[in-house]
């Protein structure tokens, strides 16, 4: 089985500062990761996803974050936070050959001005 | 075009009442997925489906959960006897396929359910 673990439940960051948000999983498989962004009374929205290769992935909204297969890591990082990029965020696995998403407990992200 | 869409959005219901929940996927989707997301946690699967059958139901907390699909496209997730530990908001997805590397799963906005 496959688990998640987002370290941060919330994180505060003025605007235009850097962020950065840590996910570390565990998997005896191997797996897809994505990162996932739920706006208030939003659906989630896929941030963006690590498949294979490069293990830099860039997403939307000017989103990133690197693969460390050693560390079984995951971070997602922005350099210069909006307003509108308060919301929660969720980090997930799948199963390479697999079909359904496990999420970690999301983090929380309220940017001040 | 237009995206995932539940039905109803919310939903209260007294302990032992049955619910039933709906998900309208993409139209084109072939795989659906319902998940439930409890308070202050992220996302549990439950069932998910590839055409008509359910391919892996493997989430479902126990026998009074159920759902189903019966022409490939809307889904129902229905609970029977209610009990409070079910509130949640529960969350359905499409996906063009199941499976493989592209097929991105969409997710609706979700139906809170509150069981008083």
């Known amino acids: 089985a496959q688990s998640v673990t987002q370290l941060d439940s919330q994180v505060p960051v003025f605007e235009e500062a850097p962020v950065e948000l840590r996910c570390n999983y565990s998997s005896s498989v191997s797996v897809y990761l994505f990162w996932y962004v739920q706006y208030p009374n939003q659906g989630l929205q896929l941030l963006l996803k690590?498949?294979?290769?490069?293990?830099l992935v860039k997403g939307i909204n000017g989103f990133e974050a690197e693969f460390n297969k050693s560390q079984t890591s995951f971070h997602l990082r922005k350099p210069s936070v909006h307003i509108s990029d308060t919301a929660e965020y969720f980090c997930?696995?799948?199963?390479?050959?697999?079909?359904?998403?496990?999420f970690g407990g999301g983090t929380r992200v309220l940017v001040k001005p | 075009g237009a995206g995932v869409s539940q039905t109803p959005s919310n939903k209260v219901t007294e302990k032992g009442k049955y619910v039933e929940l709906r998900c309208d996927p993409i139209?084109?989707?072939?795989?659906l997925y319902w998940y439930r997301q409890s308070l202050g946690q992220g996302p549990e699967f439950l069932i998910y489906?590839?055409?008509?059958?359910?391919?892996?139901d493997s989430g479902l907390p126990n026998d009074r959960f159920f759902a189903v699909r019966p022409e490939g496209s809307v889904s129902t997730l229905k609970i029977q006897r209610t009990e409070r530990g079910d509130s949640a908001v529960y969350l359905c997805?499409?996906?063009?396929?199941?499976?493989?590397?592209?097929?991105?799963?969409?997710f609706g906005p979700g139906t809170r359910l509150t069981v008083t």
């Open positions: 690590y498949l294979s290769g490069s293990t």
């Open positions: 489906f590839q055409g008509t059958g359910a391919a892996d």
């Open positions: 997805a499409s996906s063009l396929m199941a499976g493989g590397d592209s097929y991105e799963q969409y």
């Open positions: 997930a696995v799948r199963k390479a050959a697999g079909n359904k998403l496990t």
């Open positions: 139209s084109g989707h072939t795989a």
